[in-house]
């Protein structure tokens, strides 16, 4: 069985801007408020593209995290022992 990503997060992606609200996962849960309504076609196909993208935001997140990381000379564990 597949997962079901809640609406909001295909929206975050699609729609960024905000303008919208939404309470489950389906394109029927979604509220338009301030921002152009998509299509269900669009939804459908976010719903799709989702993993690719939040995979790759997940990756940019990390390359900058090593990339501070690295130029204040601090690992991982060192920069979770400062900030715990």
């Known amino acids: 069985m597949t997962e079901k990503i809640h609406a ?30 998509i299509t269900k076609a669009d939804y459908e196909a976010g719903v799709l593209a ?6 790759a935001k997940d990756a940019e997140a990390a390359a900058t995290k090593t990339a501070i990381l690295a130029k204040i000379g601090l690992t991982a564990d060192e920069a979770k022992i400062l900030l715990s």
């Open 8 to 37: 909001g997060k295909i929206l975050e992606m699609l729609i960024p801007t905000g303008g919208w609200g939404a309470h489950g996962s389906e394109y029927e849960d979604i509220v338009f408020l301030e921002a152009t309504p």
């Open 50 to 55: 989702y993993p690719a993208w939040k995979a």
